[in-house]
C-alpha cells in the first residue's frame, strides 16, 4: 500500500492498519509497479495522471467526475451493475454520492418493477463539500452562539440555519452539474438511458449522511409488501421504516455506517405505479471510499477468480 | 380589537397598534357584539368555541384544521380564490402552512399552463411547530457547543444538525397528515379535485421560513418565459431567480417578510409539459397570520363596499 498525493504533502506520516505510511508524491513513475490506484483528487488531477497509472499497468478507480460519462469507462455501484466493472479498459469510474445513495434505494424497485420515471429532492450535508465546509458550518453555528457573525467562505451564503438550493455549479438549464449527475449517472448506472429524472439538489445544515426524498413511476403494478422485501432483501441497504414507533431513517443515525437506510415507503398517491421513499446514507462511505474500496475487491475477486480456473 | 385567550392567559397586558390591550377569557359570551374573530388556538378549542361565536354574529377566521375540509367552510387564499371567501356561512379556513407557500409559487403556473400533477419535497422550520421547538433548537444546538447532550423533548428525535421525516401524525398510509393537507387542501382551494399530489414533508433545522421542492407537470405545452412572467406579475410573491449570480430564495433571507419567492424554476426534465420550482415563505406570515389578516381585509372591503351600492 502506497499514499500518493501533491508534492506540498509528500513526507506526511499517515497511520494506517496498525503501521504507518509515508506519503510520496503523486508524479507519473509513482504509478510504476502497482496493481490498482483508488483517485480521489478532484477532476483534473484525474485527467493529467490516470493515463499515466493506466500506462504503467494501474488499474484506475477514480473518485471524480472526470471519467463517469466517458464510453469508455464504466461506472459502478458494486451491488448493482458489477458486470460493468468487468468491462474496464483501465479506469473505472465512482459515481456522485447522491446517484450513489439515491440508486441503494430506487435499484431494487427498478428489479421488481421496472423504473420509468424519479423525482429527487435531496438534502446534503456539507461533507460533501470537504473537511473546510464541515468547519464553516461550526464556525457559523458557534459564532451564532456568540451573536457575533461569521462571513461565508466555502459557500457564497450562510449554511447555518439555512438551506441552499445550490449543489455543484449551475448551468445554462437553470440545472445545477449536481442535479444532471444524478439524472446521467444513474440512467448509466441503471443501463436505461431513456429514464426521465428530475432532481433539486439542496445542501442543508447538517454535518455528514445525505438524505434523498424520491418518488418513482414504474411499469408494473406496485406492491407495498414486494417493495419492502426488495429493499430489505438488497445487499447495502436496510429499511428502517417503522412510523408508528417514529422510526424513519435520519442523517445523525446513519453517518458513519456503511450501509444505506430506506424508510418513509409508501405508495406513490401522484403515479398510477408510483412508490414513494426517503433515503439516507453517508456519502463518505457508499457516496464515495465505500464505493471505491467495493469496486477493488470486487476485481480484486474475479481476477483471483480467473487465476484460479486457469490454473 | 379585543384579545382572546385561555382562563390561564386572561388578564395579562398586551401592547398592540401603540396602545395596550388586556387579555380576556374565551368563553362564548367573549363574542358577543364582535363582527370578527382570527381563531389561532388548535382544532379542539375551534370546534367549541367557533359554533358558538358564528351564533353571535361573529365571523370566524379559522387558522386550525378543524373546518379546512368542511363542505360547507370556504379554505381561502385571498391572492388565490377570494370568490370563495364571499359564500361563507360563518366561519373560512385558514390553510396549512406548506399549503399556502407552495400554492403561491403553483397558482400563477396554473392559471398559464393548467395544473395537472405535483410532487412536493418540503424543508419545514422549526417554527412551524411552535415556539418550544424553536427553543428546543437553540437548546440543543448551544448544547452541542459546549459538547453537553440534550434531549430531544417537543421532537422525537434531535434536530440540531438533523432532517425528520416527519411533520405531523403518521397515517395507516404511510403518509403524514402534514402531507395530505398539502394534498387535499390544495385541491380545495385551486378547486381541482382530481389533481394528482404527492408530497414529502421533512423537518429541518431552520428557525424560521418553510422552503419547498416542487416539480410539476401541466395541461398545457409550458414556456420559461411565460413561466417567469406569470410569478413576477402575480401578487404576493417576488421571483428571485438569477442562479449565475448565486441569487436564490433561502429561508434566512425571507424570514419575516410578508411575501413568498419563487427561484429555481427551470423546464422540468422528467415531465413533457413540466416546470421544476422552489418556493420559499414564512410560515408565520404567509403561511397563518398574513393570510387570515388578508381574509379579514377581503371581507372587510366586500362589506364596505355592499354597504356603499345599498346606500
Chains 1, 2 share one sequence.
Not at 447522491?98 to 440508486?103: D, W
Not at 435531496?122 to 461569521?150: F, N
Not at 408508528?244 to 455506517?257: K, L, S
Request: aromatic share 6%.
Amino acid at each position: 500500500m502506497v499514499a500518493l498525493a501533491s508534492a506540498r504533502s509528500a513526507g506526511k506520516v499517515l497511520s494506517f492498519a496498525g503501521g504507518e505510511v509515508t506519503v510520496r508524491e503523486a508524479t507519473p513513475e509513482a504509478f510504476d509497479g502497482l496493481d490498482a490506484a483508488i483517485f480521489s483528487a478532484g477532476a483534473g488531477l484525474s485527467r493529467e495522471l490516470a493515463p499515466e497509472a493506466v500506462k504503467r499497468g494501474c488499474l484506475v478507480i477514480d473518485n471524480s467526475s472526470a471519467f463517469r460519462m466517458d464510453e469508455r469507462v464504466p461506472l459502478v455501484v458494486p451491488e448493482i451493475n458489477p458486470g460493468a466493472a468487468l468491462e474496464h479498459e483501465g479506469i473505472i469510474a465512482n459515481p456522485n454520492c447522491s446517484t450513489a445513495i439515491a440508486l441503494m434505494g430506487l435499484y431494487p424497485l427498478h428489479r421488481a418493477f421496472g423504473l420509468k420515471r424519479v423525482i429527487a429532492a435531496t438534502y446534503q450535508a456539507v461533507s460533501g463539500t470537504g473537511a473546510a465546509a464541515m468547519a464553516e458550518l461550526e464556525r457559523q453555528v458557534r459564532a451564532w452562539c456568540e451573536a457575533s457573525p461569521a462571513a461565508p467562505e466555502v459557500y457564497p451564503h450562510p449554511i447555518a440555519f439555512n438551506l441552499l438550493p445550490h449543489v455543484d455549479r449551475f448551468l445554462d438549464s437553470g440545472y445545477t452539474r449536481e442535479e444532471m449527475k444524478m439524472e446521467n449517472e444513474g440512467r448509466k448506472i441503471l443501463g436505461l438511458p431513456n429514464l426521465k429524472v428530475s432532481c433539486t439538489c439542496v445542501r442543508v445544515p447538517v454535518f455528514r449522511a445525505h438524505s434523498i426524498a424520491l418518488h418513482a413511476e414504474f411499469e408494473k403494478p406496485v406492491d407495498l409488501g414486494r417493495a419492502r422485501a426488495a429493499i430489505a432483501d438488497f445487499p447495502g441497504v436496510e429499511l428502517e421504516d417503522d412510523p408508528g414507533e417514529n422510526r424513519y431513517p435520519m442523517p445523525v443515525d446513519w453517518a458513519g455506517r456503511e450501509a444505506c437506510a430506506v424508510g418513509r415507503l409508501r405508495i406513490d398517491r401522484a403515479f398510477a405505479n408510483g412508490l414513494a421513499l426517503w433515503v439516507v446514507g453517508d456519502q463518505l462511505w457508499k457516496g464515495a471510499a465505500l464505493n471505491a474500496l467495493q469496486i477493488a475487491e470486487l476485481l480484486h475477486r474475479k481476477s483471483r477468480l480467473k487465476t484460479t480456473s486457469a490454473a
